[in-house]
């Protein structure tokens, strides 16, 4: 499957402002990508694999973590084999959110496909900004 990056930014965009807007977790990028790996990615995992997967410090994940336990997202257990080691374990609720996340973008990407590009309700279909501004108009994303 190819996908402009443009139109990939655009799915995002629209089920990003969707979360928004019906009030689920405001996950921070780091939360989310913590979240997506336990899910997602062959486990077990750890406080010290996440780091190491993620190229972050321990402390940065024990913080993400530290949210996403508060939100009921993932759980953390001492590892029975190895006190010392913390295991991050998948909760049900931590699924039905990333299900509904999943099914989100899944609407999201059907919404941009099907418009040819989506804009939001109160939003101009042609005022998107082009990944490929004009050179007389090299500072519009920045701006934005």
């Known amino acids: 499957m ?3 990056s443009q ?5 995002w965009r629209v089920a990003l402002v969707e979360i928004v807007r019906n009030e689920r977790p405001d996950l921070t990028s780091r939360q989310m990508a913590v979240l997506l ?3 997602l990615a062959a486990g077990p995992h750890t406080v010290r694999g996440l780091a ?33 080691s913390i295991l991050v374990q998948r909760t049900v609720k931590g699924s039905v959110f990333l299900s509904e996340f999943g099914e989100v973008i899944r609407q999201a990407a059907l919404e941009v496909d099907g418009e040819g590009g989506a804009s939001l309700p109160g ?16 500072d519009r994303l920045a701006a934005g």
């Not at 009921?72 to 590892?79: G, I, M, Y």
């Not at 939003?123 to 090299?138: F, H, I, M, T």
């Open 123 to 138: 939003e101009d279909a042609g005022s998107a900004v082009g990944l490929g501004a004009g050179e007389d108009e090299p």
């Open 2 to 4: 190819k996908i402009e």
């Open 7 to 11: 139109k990939a930014l655009n799915i």
């Open 37 to 39: 790996t336990v899910y």
């Open 52 to 84: 190491a997967s993620l190229n972050v410090s321990k402390p940065a994940i024990t913080r993400a973590l530290d949210r996403l336990s508060e939100l009921d997202l993932v759980r953390r257990k001492a590892d029975e084999a190895d006190r010392r």
